[in-house]
C-alpha cells in the first residue's frame, strides 16, 4: 500500500518559498471562507465533504487546496508551452493541426503523453512492504512515480519515442492525477 506524503508524516508540500508559503496561507483563507459562506463550487464542496466524513484534517485540505491552485495554473503553462514548442518542431504535425482543428482535444492529449507538464508524482511512502516489477519496497520508504517513463511505456503506446501525432481515440495511460489532468486538458484546448 502506497500512501501520499503529508504534513502529518513529514516535512509537508513542497511550497517553494515566500510566494509559496502566501498562495499557502492564501488557500487556508479560502478553505475558512467557503466553511463559512458555502457556493456552487469546488471548495466549498470539499469543505462540505471534509465536515460530513472527517477523513481529511483542515491542514490536509487546505495542503490539497493549495495543490489544486499549484497543480492548475503550473500543468497548464507547462502543458502550453510544451506544446507551442513541439510544433515547430513537428511542422507535418503542425500543418496537419491547421488542417484539422478538430484533432486539438487528440493533439493535447498527445501533448500530455509525449512532453507532459509534471514528470514526477508527489512524495508517497509505503505503509507496509509492496511488491513492484519483482522489487520489494520495505514498509516506510519513499515511492517516487515517473509519468516520464509510464508515457514512453512502449507496452502501452506504438513507437512512444516517435514525435507527437494526433492519434485517432488516444486516451493518456500516464498516471497523472485526475484533477490536474483534467485542468490541464480543459486549459490547453
Avoid at 11 to 35: E, I, K, Y
Avoid at 71 to 76: I, L, Q
Avoid at 105 to 129: I, W
Amino acid at each position: 500500500m502506497v500512501h501520499h506524503h503529508h504534513r502529518g508524516r513529514g516535512a509537508g508540500p513542497r511550497r517553494g518559498g515566500r510566494d509559496g508559503d502566501r498562495v499557502h496561507r492564501l488557500s487556508g483563507r479560502a478553505v475558512r471562507g467557503a466553511a463559512r459562506d458555502p457556493k456552487d463550487d469546488l471548495l466549498s464542496a470539499m469543505v462540505q465533504a471534509q465536515d460530513e466524513t472527517g477523513v481529511l484534517s483542515r491542514r490536509e485540505l487546505v495542503d490539497t487546496a493549495f495543490l489544486l491552485v499549484v497543480a492548475g495554473h503550473e500543468t497548464t503553462v507547462h502543458l502550453i508551452c510544451n506544446g507551442m514548442l513541439a510544433l515547430p518542431r513537428h511542422p507535418e504535425q503542425l500543418a496537419a493541426l491547421r488542417e484539422n482543428p478538430a484533432a486539438l482535444p487528440a493533439a493535447v492529449e498527445e501533448f500530455l503523453r509525449f512532453d507532459g507538464p509534471v514528470s514526477t508524482s508527489t512524495l508517497r511512502f509505503t505503509t507496509k512492504p509492496v511488491t513492484i516489477g519483482g522489487t520489494e519496497i520495505p514498509e516506510g520508504r519513499l515511492v517516487l512515480v515517473s509519468f516520464l517513463s509510464a508515457n514512453r511505456d512502449a507496452a502501452q503506446f506504438a513507437n512512444p519515442e516517435d514525435r507527437p501525432a494526433w492519434r485517432p481515440g488516444l486516451l493518456m495511460h500516464g498516471l497523472t492525477s485526475l484533477p490536474v489532468r483534467a485542468s490541464a486538458q480543459e486549459s490547453g484546448r
